[in-house]
C-alpha cells in the first residue's frame, strides 16, 4: 500500500505538464487568434483561462444593448471573417456566436477555471513555469493574452462607503429595468457611460451623466459612411494630425458645438489621443440628442459621494438612489507575472505599437495595442509565424511530460 508520502509525490507529478508549443493565458478574442494563427503554421498551443467560457468579458460582463462600435470587417479575427448574414454592426450575442465558431473551426478547447496565480521564466531549464490553483506548466513560451480590460476599474471616490443606494461598476450592469423611475449617477463619460446612460433613458430611469475630463464626441458614421472607416481610408494618404482636422470639422458640422452641452473637447485630436493614451472617442449611437433634450444630465466632477448623492465641483449637491461606475477596466498582469519588466505597473507593455508584441526568453503579448480586434490581429499573426520559425529552426523531440 502507498505511504502518504508516495501519495503526495504521485499528485505533484500529475499536477506538471510540459507544454508542446506555446502557453496562451486568456481565452479572449486575443488568445484565440493567436492560438488559431498557431495551428494554421503546424504549431500547437494550449490557452488556460480563469473563468468556464471563452470570451469571458463579453459573455459575462458586458451590457445586454452592447453592440460592435466599428463595423464588423474592422472585427474580424484572422482567417475567418463574420457570416454575410451578420449586421454591420454585430450585437454581443451575435459577437459571441462568432466566437464561438471561431473556437470550433480551429478546434480550440482551453482549458477553463485555471486562473494563473505565478507566471515566471526559471534560467536554469530554459522554460516558462506558469501556475495555476492546482497545476504546474512548463513550455519555451508564454503568450500573454489577458488584454487591455482584465479587471474593473474602481475609482477611490471620497465617501462611496458611506452611499445608502446600491453601486455597481458596468461590468455588472445588465439593463435599465431594474431602474426604472430611478434617479442614477452614472460616473464616467467614455462609450459605455454614454450607452448606459441611453439605456437607463429609454427604461424611463433620469440619467446624470459625469463629465470630469475632455472628452471627444464623434458620430458613429459620416454622410452613410463608419467615421472609423473613414479615418482609416485618409489616413493612407494624408497626415494623422490633419485627418483629426477632418474628423472634428465634420463632427462639428453634424453634432454641432459639444462644448455647449458640457462636453469640452481635448486639446489633441481624437486619433492622436487615442494612439498616445489609448483613450477612445465615443462614438455617438443616440445619447448626444438626449443630453441635448436634457434627458440625459451633465455634471461636472464629481467632489464627494454623500448618504443620499453628491457634492459636485461646481458646488451643486444632489440626491440620487443608484451609482453606476462606468469607469472602464484595467489590465492585471503584474499581480501574476514575476520578475518581469517588460510591463508597466498599470499592466501594459513598455514597449508601444507595432513592437510590443515580443519580449525576451520567448514572451509574447498579444491585444495591448490600444487599436482593438485590429491590433490583435496584427500582433496575432506576427506572434505565430515567429514561434513558427523558431519550431522550424529547432526541430527537437516532444518533451517526455507533453501533455
Not at 196 to 215: E, G, I, K, M, W
Not at 239 to 267: C, E, M, Q
Not at 376 to 397: E, F, G, H, L, N
Request: hydrophobic share 35%; net charge positive.
Amino acid at each position: 500500500m502507498a505511504s502518504q508520502k508516495e501519495k503526495e509525490e504521485e499528485t505533484t507529478q500529475q499536477s506538471r505538464f510540459f507544454v508542446n508549443g506555446p502557453i496562451i493565458v486568456g481565452a479572449g478574442p486575443s488568445g484565440l487568434a493567436t492560438s488559431a494563427c498557431l495551428s494554421e503554421q503546424g504549431v500547437p498551443s494550449l490557452i488556460l483561462e480563469r473563468s468556464d467560457c471563452i470570451a469571458s468579458l463579453w459573455q459575462q460582463r458586458t451590457y445586454n444593448r452592447l453592440r460592435l462600435h466599428l463595423p464588423k470587417q474592422f472585427c474580424e479575427l484572422p482567417l475567418m471573417g463574420f457570416p454575410e448574414n451578420f449586421p454591420k454592426y454585430p450585437s454581443k450575442q451575435e459577437f459571441i456566436s462568432y466566437m464561438e465558431s471561431y473556437a470550433a473551426r480551429f478546434s480550440i478547447s482551453p482549458r477553463f477555471k485555471q486562473e494563473v496565480r505565478s507566471a515566471q521564466y526559471d534560467d536554469k531549464v530554459g522554460l516558462w513555469r506558469v501556475e495555476t490553483q492546482d497545476c504546474e506548466y512548463y513550455s519555451k513560451w508564454l503568450i500573454v493574452a489577458t488584454g487591455e480590460n482584465a479587471e474593473p476599474l474602481i475609482p477611490d471616490i471620497p465617501g462611496i462607503e458611506r452611499f445608502h443606494g446600491p453601486v455597481i461598476h458596468t461590468s455588472v450592469y445588465k439593463s435599465g429595468c431594474c431602474f426604472r423611475n430611478l434617479n442614477v449617477l452614472v460616473i464616467g463619460c467614455g462609450n459605455s457611460g454614454m450607452e448606459v446612460s441611453l439605456d437607463l433613458c429609454r427604461h424611463n430611469a433620469t440619467p446624470n451623466l459625469v463629465v470630469r475630463n475632455s472628452v471627444h464626441v464623434l458620430p458613429r458614421e459620416m454622410f452613410g459612411f463608419s467615421t472609423f472607416g473613414i479615418a482609416m481610408a485618409l489616413l493612407k494618404w494624408l497626415p494623422l494630425r490633419l485627418v483629426d482636422k477632418l474628423l472634428l470639422l465634420i463632427s462639428s458640422f453634424t453634432l454641432g458645438n459639444t462644448d455647449r452641452l458640457g462636453l469640452r473637447r481635448p486639446k489633441t485630436g481624437p486619433i492622436e489621443l487615442k494612439n498616445a493614451t489609448g483613450k477612445t472617442p465615443v462614438l455617438d449611437v443616440g445619447a448626444l440628442s438626449l443630453i441635448r433634450s436634457g434627458k440625459i444630465k451633465v455634471m461636472e466632477g464629481v467632489k464627494e459621494i454623500t448618504e443620499k448623492g453628491a457634492k459636485f465641483v461646481d458646488g451643486q449637491e444632489r440626491e440620487f438612489d443608484s451609482i453606476v461606475l462606468a469607469t472602464g477596466y484595467k489590465g492585471n498582469v503584474p499581480v501574476w507575472l514575476k520578475d518581469c519588466g517588460f510591463f508597466t505597473a498599470d499592466g501594459m507593455p513598455r514597449t508601444t505599437f507595432p513592437n510590443g508584441w515580443k519580449a525576451e526568453k520567448g514572451l509574447y503579448t498579444v491585444g495591448f495595442t490600444r487599436r482593438g480586434l485590429l491590433g490583435t490581429s496584427s500582433d496575432a499573426i506576427k506572434i505565430a509565424s515567429d514561434v513558427a520559425d523558431q519550431c522550424r529552426a529547432d526541430q527537437r523531440p516532444p518533451h517526455p511530460m507533453s501533455c
